[in-house]
């Protein structure tokens, strides 16, 4: 039976699962962040869609669902990035999860609040500029993760060992994990624990569209489009065609960002547009087959990760 | 410790470890092959860039260094492919890992001469047609792996656990694994067992240019170029510049393979030029810092291995 009572990343964040449910754009609302800390994770808010007093809600909305901690997850180049920082500093919130962009840019109102902070890196070179900026933790993203992505390419398998080499902090697996036998093998690498999204994205307490996690279970291609410029991972819909047509006629950087806009993330994934909506998810999609609810993923985890270690006796 | 007594892959292969030296042109003849079996492993001699007469002489090379079964592997779309596999045949060769092309067209022969016979995959759609063409074992190739690659960019983490559920012959996990942390991860995941390539490239009974192996302790940056024609994995130079703006300046299919030939990977990995010739070689180059024996590098999987099967009780 798992017994994480001397993980590192446990102690870290005072959970009882070496689990950190993902901040994913239209996803992660108040209810999966409570959800996830109710099931023995940490659970995230993600910011990356919100404004400040939008965040403030849902931080109280989540504060009402559950007595245990939960986290934010901020990406920097958000343009609401610090205001959406002071909000949930505001509202008590002491663990952030940052990414897309420097930690040098927010290690100091964070580490003067005396909150936790972990970032997301695709290379070791960048953990270990996290470590000297003062991070607690950090996430190692592979290239099978979802949505927006690092232009490395790194895949987790190797990702993990390099970063796990370079740095001394905690190490956390992200990209490809939704099973418990993902969860042993990223265990088995030598991180200290794991980010999941699709899982949780894919779930009754996700807050994204009936309609977009219906997809996911259907579906089972994914691809990186716009590798050069915006690197993201979204699942195969016409919308996806149309960008990676755009890319292929050597379209910029601008031009792509404006297809892309924010509104297609919204459209896709938090109204249900299946055809003209962007459906962020990762490679992971084809090994997800139905809407549990949070207890249940987190259940499934468990077993299969003992079954997963059974495996190796 | 390690015990594999009752692993499927080491029943199936009569080896000590689950673990086999990937067939790699110009990289693996019979002191490399040999020196896998001497080690425990399954031992492959790479007919890639070989015809048939040299092919026979590499397999009585092999054969005068170790009593143990060597296997070959073939590319199917290799224009030796036949010839090769008939003289392999001949040899007594009864163990195949064909790659490349579809595992119907050499299933009757080597069904027939009673060989052991594994396909190379990147799909769990071609994991299926391979058991249904009678294979006896299926590797499951991510997109970490170097040289050749599939199109579908399913990283191993990914891969694997579809392919354990799609088929009931043993699945062997290549792409990312080099180490003993590694391997436990991809037995984490369900696979029976591993190939492993640029780990044993970069060994001393490697065929390889002493100038191929010093660049891959060297180097760290990998790169999958002509994903759309040709998708290949290979190391930072001048000749992956060059390449990769053809590609980009809208090149045909012909046009690159023109410039890739057969010549550039000899030139690279047998002659040693490091600038002009083709370096294929797996993302994990950024782990590999050294060049030992093969004994070597099978006794730090094993307690590798054992390390990172601590980590999860």
Redesign the interface.
């Known amino acids: 039976m798992a017994d994480w009572t001397n993980n590192r990343l446990c102690r870290l964040l005072g959970t009882e699962h070496p689990i950190i449910q993902a901040g994913m754009i239209y996803n992660s609302g108040a209810e999966l962040a409570a959800a996830a800390a109710e099931a023995g994770c940490l659970g995230l808010i993600g910011a990356g869609s919100m404004r400040a007093d939008f965040l403030r809600e849902e931080i109280r909305r989540a504060r009402a669902l559950t007595d245990k901690p939960i986290g934010v997850n901020i990406p920097l180049i958000h343009k609401h990035a610090r205001a959406c920082l002071e909000a949930s500093l505001e509202e008590g919130v002491r663990i952030f999860v940052t990414s897309a962009g420097s930690p040098r840019k927010v290690a100091g109102p964070l580490k003067k609040a005396g909150a936790l902070f972990i970032h997301v890196v695709a290379s ?1 070179a960048l953990a270990v500029k996290c470590e000297e900026a003062g991070c607690d933790a950090v996430v190692c993203e ?3 993760a979802g949505g927006h992505n690092g232009r490395e ?6 990702l993990v ?2 970063c796990v ?1 370079a740095v001394s902090i905690p190490v956390v697996a992200a ?3 939704a ?1 418990g ?2 969860l ?7 991180a200290d624990g794991v980010q999941i999204g699709s899982r949780f994205a894919v779930t009754v307490e996700s807050s994204g569209h009936a309609a977009f996690k219906q997809a996911v279970v259907e579906g089972v291609d994914t ?2 489009v716009m590798k050069k410029h915006i690197p993201v991972r979204l699942l195969s819909n016409e919308f996806r065609e149309q960008i990676t047509a755009l890319e292929a006629a050597g379209a910029t950087r601008e031009e792509l960002a404006a297809m892309l806009g924010e509104g297609r993330a919204r459209r896709g994934m938090f109204e249900g547009d299946l055809a003209e909506g962007e459906l962020e998810i ?3 999609a ?2 997800i087959d139905d809407v549990p609810t949070v207890r249940e993923v987190v259940d499934r985890l468990i077993s299969g990760y003992d079954a ?2 059974g ?3």
Chains 1, 2 share one sequence.
Request: net charge negative; glycine share 16%.
């Open positions: 070791a592979g290239f099978e390419e790194l895949t987790t398998m190797v060992p390099q080499e990209g490809g994990i099973t036998a993902q042993a093998a990223a265990l088995a690498l030598g691809l990186l990762g490679q992971v084809a090994l997963g270690i495996r190796l006796m």
